[in-house]
């Protein structure tokens, strides 16, 4: 099913669908049954991310930031997705790939438009803001979302931000 029948807002406007990049580096996987398999992980993550090497190569910044994408991404596979959830990340000279994959690809991500901050669903608002680089694509029987993360050390490519729709945000009254 393509993206236009899924609603009537085009999703490649609203999360690129483009390939998962190939980076080299060290490449760690696991497979996310549950949410509290997902909280292991983010420790696991978490230690891995803490090794000298990396740290000498990351700002805390960025390292929080990945653990926070890893989250997002993680929690919507679990929730909107299906099947079998598998997380990737590989530790490459400039920061991290991450690539969440799931067995529904007829779902694309579609960051919330219109709603309210307070009601939640804004992750893929953030992790366009702390990537940069991000997408999806399809494959046989899987979809990949993932986001490229830097390391902090280096100035920043120019990020997309601009390709996604602006969440809502609270606006006064026009009486007041």
Same mark, same amino acid.
Request: charged share 25%; net charge negative; proline share 12%.
């Given at each position: #099913?393509?993206p =236009?029948a ?5 999703t ?10 190939s %980076?080299p580096?060290d %490449?760690? +996987?696991?497979q996310?049954?549950?949410m509290?398999?997902?909280?292991? %992980? ?6 891995? &991310?803490?090794?000298?090497s ?5 700002? =805390?910044?960025?390292?929080d930031? !990945?653990? !926070?994408v890893?989250? =997002? !991404? ?5 929730? +909107? ?8 990340v ?6 991290? !790939? $991450?690539? %969440? ?20 669903? #804004?992750? $893929? +608002?953030?992790?366009?803001? $702390? ?7 399809e494959?046989?029987?899987?979809? +990949?979302?993932?986001?490229? &993360? ?16 602006e ?10």
């Amino acid at each position: #099913m393509g993206p =236009e029948a899924m609603g009537s807002e085009p999703t490649h406007d609203a999360w690129p669908c483009s390939p998962v990049p190939s %980076v080299p580096g060290d %490449v760690w +996987h696991w497979q996310l049954a549950s949410m509290p398999v997902v909280s292991r %992980v983010r420790s696991d993550l978490r230690a891995r &991310i803490a090794h000298p090497s990396v740290c000498s190569a990351s700002t =805390e910044d960025a390292r929080d930031g !990945l653990l !926070l994408v890893f989250e =997002e !991404l993680a929690s919507n596979a679990l929730r +909107h997705g299906g099947g079998e959830v598998r997380a990737l990340v590989v530790a490459g000279p400039g920061g991290w !790939l $991450l690539d %969440v994959s799931d067995e529904a690809p007829d779902r694309p991500p579609i960051p919330a438009v219109d709603r309210d901050p307070a009601l939640g669903g #804004m992750g $893929l +608002h953030l992790v366009a803001q $702390l990537s940069s680089d991000y997408g999806w694509e399809e494959r046989p029987g899987r979809k +990949h979302v993932w986001a490229s &993360i830097p390391s902090g050390r280096e100035e920043p490519p120019t990020q997309r931000r601009s390709h996604l729709p602006e969440p809502r945000t609270r606006r006064a009254p026009f009486w007041d």
